[in-house]
């Protein structure tokens, strides 16, 4: 089942005025209204009172427009007025009432256009745009949402353009031929609303962005999106949205258990907000996961429930759903009666949505811009040796008067300097070699092991109390490398585990060894430091960034992309070496255990972390509670994934 797009409609946006506070009762405002002498203050109560009834009672919102209008026009009010026109056609657009809602924003723009107001005239190309897509005329939405996009660049309101891109992304969403500009521009809207803050546009967008994945059956990307987006609606009327596209990605997966669980808590929200669409709409939900494990009793409970709600409402679109998952059950049960009552409802209500139509062609009035960089550094460094020659003169003897004792003289002095020549030549190579395997030492071993090592002849396993231990491994290794050659496996490897050396190394992190496509580091040893919590989790999430960038440019070439999962956990080990030969460091201990739990209970793209790392670090980063996970050999365990850093 498809998601409902989360379109921005800004109907509500830069209404409040001078003097007005924004979380104002209807109350309040009617005794504004009654104390007000001034004619232009009216206005504006009349004004914060129709915007107040839009969401609630249409009806009530037009009515105070139309008297903010009239009142507009006597005292040559042109602001109001223009503010009247846009609040008045919005009431028509939640009325039903299309052709209304157009002639009054349209004049609301020739005053906007007059006055000079561009965050207005901003606002009401959007809010055009959102009417003619919402009637399938998507070229005009299309044309009004650049527009608005035009303005909203020169004003340099942020909030406007990402706005402007997830409308456009939503349009281009609406067929499978557009999706990849659907996702460009959706990622451009997300990139500028975390830069704001704006809660609300990121919750949206990365609905979409996760129904998109959803759809492209990448069910990790996916899932990572609707996290986001349940981190940004937390505590808020939109939150049932990403929990039902969460259980619906884990429905696609395969694991019903936790489709019921992400469906169930998406209705108990839904519920706790009396959201009555989503409350049908998670029920529907529900109901098809029921029926895919064969509980057909809980799955006519679903539908039956959302059918009366959907009746309610009503939302035909739900109780197509519901007549169709009913019918499905009641022929999977054999109760043939009823389920030939419910196809026929089915198809009465599909017969009427399907009477819909929708625009076939859309504008090709993209602006694309790309900016790649690529930035290689190499450092070759270069030692030259030059040794001295000693070339050694020998002077003429005399012929005459050369004693026998001068001669045996220089001959035994002669040796005894060639071979403190020697002697020097090996101190030094030896001096070298000694450099070079203390190096090698110090490449495998922490200093302070290497230095015990080599005074002692061994290194005691000393027990750490509390130590960050970080896994890696990539998502189906074996397939990658069965679809290369063993020289391009080992040459992406080792760029992979290079860059991952240099991030640890800028947190003071041990790199503890790589088991085939595994990474496994850690914080806190062989020296003790009560940071490494936090700079482990630093670490994670800069690995993480690191191989999207690669995944992007590997994308832009075509090749297939390297997912990466990464797990975190903090607590006791115990660390050094054992044995004589091939010396290593290394950590034992349950710790161990957990932290490749994480890892392999993780999903790619993401920094899963164990409870005991989140009381760490709860304080320093945004994380995003996934329940109880089953981990294998150890039960459940308390996970989250790692969003980001709290500022």
């Known amino acids: 089942m498809k998601l409902t797009k989360h379109l921005f409609f800004l109907l509500l946006i830069f209404i409040s005025f001078a003097g007005f506070s924004q979380d104002r009762t209807a109350d309040s405002l009617k005794m504004v209204l009654l104390a007000a002498k001034n004619d232009t203050i009216r206005v504006k109560a009349l004004l914060e009172l129709s915007s107040f009834y839009l969401d609630s009672s249409p009806e009530d919102a037009k009515s105070y427009g139309v008297q903010a209008l009239n009142l507009a026009q006597?005292?040559?009010?042109?602001?109001?007025?223009?503010?009247?026109?846009?609040?008045?056609?919005?009431?028509?657009?939640?009325?039903?009432?299309?052709?209304?809602?157009?002639?009054?924003?349209?004049?609301?723009?020739?005053?906007?256009?007059?006055?000079?107001?561009?965050?207005?005239?901003?606002?009401?190309?959007n809010n055009f745009g959102t009417v003619y897509y919402m009637n399938g005329?998507?070229?005009?939405?299309?044309?009004?949402?650049?527009?608005?996009?035009?303005?909203?660049?020169?004003?340099?309101?942020?909030?406007?353009?990402?706005?402007?891109?997830?409308?456009?992304?939503?349009?281009?969403?609406?067929?499978?031929?557009?999706?990849?500009?659907?996702?460009?521009?959706?990622?451009?809207?997300?990139?500028?609303?975390?830069?704001?803050?704006?809660?609300?546009?990121?919750?949206?967008?990365?609905?979409?962005?996760g129904e998109i994945y959803s759809g492209l059956n990448k069910e990790d990307s996916a899932l990572l999106y609707y996290y986001k987006s349940v981190v940004a609606y937390s505590n808020t009327i939109n939150l049932p949205v990403p929990l039902r596209g969460i259980g619906l990605v884990y429905a696609k997966k395969g694991d019903f258990k936790n489709a019921i669980q992400y469906n169930e808590q998406s209705y108990q929200m839904a519920r706790k907000l009396d959201s009555k669409l989503a409350m049908t709409q998670s029920l529907v939900a529900l109901g098809n996961v029921y029926i895919k494990t064969g509980d057909f009793e809980s799955a006519l409970s679903s539908y039956q429930e959302a059918d009366s709600i959907a009746s309610i409402i009503p939302a035909y679109k739900e109780l197509d759903s519901a007549y169709a998952g009913l019918a499905a059950t009641y022929s999977k049960m054999g109760d043939f009666g009823n389920a030939y009552k419910y196809q026929k409802l089915f198809s009465s209500i599909s017969d009427t949505l399907n009477n819909q139509t929708l625009a076939d062609k859309l504008t090709s009035l993209q602006r694309n811009f790309e900016i790649q960089t690529r930035q290689n550094e190499i450092n070759l460094l270069t030692k030259d040796k030059k040794l001295q020659e000693l070339?050694?003169?020998?002077?003429?003897?005399?012929?005459?008067?050369?004693?026998?004792?001068?001669?045996?003289?220089?001959?035994?002095?002669?040796?005894?300097?060639?071979?403190?020549?020697?002697?020097?030549?090996?101190?030094?190579?030896?001096?070298?070699?000694?450099?070079?395997?203390?190096?090698?030492?110090?490449?495998?071993?922490?200093?302070?092991?290497?230095?015990?090592?080599q005074q002692n002849g061994q290194a005691t396993p000393r027990y750490f109390?509390?130590?960050?231990?970080?896994?890696?491994?990539?998502?189906?290794?074996?397939?990658?490398?069965?679809?290369?050659?063993?020289?391009?496996?080992?040459?992406?490897?080792?760029?992979?585990?290079?860059?991952?050396?240099?991030?640890?190394?800028?947190?003071?992190?041990?790199?503890?060894?790589?088991?085939?496509?595994?990474?496994?580091?850690?914080?806190?040893?062989?020296?003790?430091?009560?940071?490494?919590?936090?700079?482990?989790?630093?670490?994670?999430?800069?690995?993480?960034?690191?191989?999207?960038?690669?995944?992007?440019?590997?994308?832009?070439?075509?090749?297939?992309?390297?997912?990466?999962?990464?797990?975190?956990?903090?607590?006791?080990?115990?660390?050094?070496?054992?044995?004589?030969?091939?010396?290593?460091?290394?950590?034992?201990?349950?710790?161990?255990?957990?932290?490749s739990r994480m890892e392999s209970n993780g999903h790619p793209g993401l920094v899963n972390i164990s409870a005991a790392t989140y009381d760490l670090v709860k304080d320093h980063y945004l994380c995003i509670y996934r329940g109880k996970v089953m981990a294998k050999n150890i039960g459940e365990i308390d996970m989250y994934f790692v969003d980001k850093q709290i500022v």
């Open 74 to 125: 006597k005292i040559n009010y042109h602001p109001g007025r223009a503010l009247a026109l846009k609040f008045i056609g919005s009431a028509y657009y939640f009325l039903g009432n299309t052709p209304a809602t157009l002639e009054y924003y349209g004049q609301a723009l020739q005053i906007f256009d007059s006055l000079g107001d561009l965050i207005n005239k901003c606002i009401i190309l």
């Open 465 to 595: 109390e509390k130590v960050s231990v970080l896994f890696t491994d990539f998502k189906g290794f074996t397939l990658i490398a069965d679809s290369l050659s063993p020289q391009q496996v080992v040459s992406e490897l080792n760029a992979c585990f290079k860059a991952f050396d240099d991030i640890i190394e800028k947190y003071n992190l041990e790199k503890i060894k790589t088991i085939g496509d595994s990474y496994m580091c850690a914080g806190g040893i062989p020296t003790e430091d009560d940071g490494h919590p936090l700079k482990i989790i630093k670490a994670g999430l800069e690995i993480r960034d690191w191989m999207n960038e690669m995944n992007q440019k590997r994308e832009e070439m075509g090749q297939a992309i390297w997912e990466l999962r990464i797990g975190i956990h903090v607590g006791p080990v115990v660390a050094g070496v054992v044995g004589k030969k091939k010396y290593a460091y290394d950590i034992w201990g349950s710790t161990v255990n957990i932290a």
């Open 391 to 453: 070339e050694l003169r020998s002077q003429k003897t005399q012929k005459y008067f050369i004693t026998a004792a001068l001669v045996l003289i220089f001959i035994i002095a002669f040796g005894i300097y060639r071979n403190y020549r020697s002697k020097v030549k090996t101190n030094i190579i030896l001096d070298r070699q000694k450099a070079e395997i203390e190096g090698l030492l110090l490449n495998i071993l922490p200093s302070e092991v290497a230095a015990e090592l």
């Open 137 to 209: 005329t998507d070229d005009k939405a299309l044309d009004s949402y650049f527009k608005s996009l035009d303005i909203a660049e020169k004003i340099g309101d942020k909030a406007g353009i990402a706005t402007a891109y997830s409308n456009i992304a939503n349009v281009y969403h609406n067929k499978r031929a557009t999706t990849g500009k659907a996702l460009d521009f959706f990622l451009k809207a997300l990139h500028i609303s975390e830069d704001i803050g704006d809660k609300n546009i990121i919750g949206a967008v990365s609905v979409n962005l």
